[in-house]
């Protein structure tokens, strides 16, 4: 993210902007590769839906509906976690319907494992694990 709020994606050595995903915005909260690099998940914490763009093509190619304050992609099969304004975790798979994976103190904390296992945390401490 730029200071402005775009998702873009930098040359590590040059640190030159490569590409641009989306419109600028100041509530751009976070952006994640997809394992294999191809697609990229940006989160606008004020709009929806949630948008998933090729990252060779610069354009957007699926879309979950619902502001999110984060999000990642989970592997075994591909699908990507968004944690929803009010908290909720919900898994998505492309052309699928969300299906919420847990209710928790927002924000919580979202990590997934190569084998697709998602682990959900809470403010207060609490620890959900979910099997791939």
Known sequence: MTEKGAA???DARTGEVRKHYGEPSITNVEA???PDGR???VVDAERSPVRIWSRGTEQPTSEITGAARASLFVPS???VLTVAVDGKAH???PGRRSVSVANATSP???AATRDGEIAVGTQSGDLRVIAG
């Open 32 to 34: 994640a590769l997809s």
């Open 108 to 110: 919580p904390a979202v």
């Open 91 to 93: 898994l998505s798979a």
């Open 77 to 79: 099969p591909l699908r």
């Open 8 to 10: 873009v994606l930098w």
């Open 39 to 41: 697609l990229v998940v």
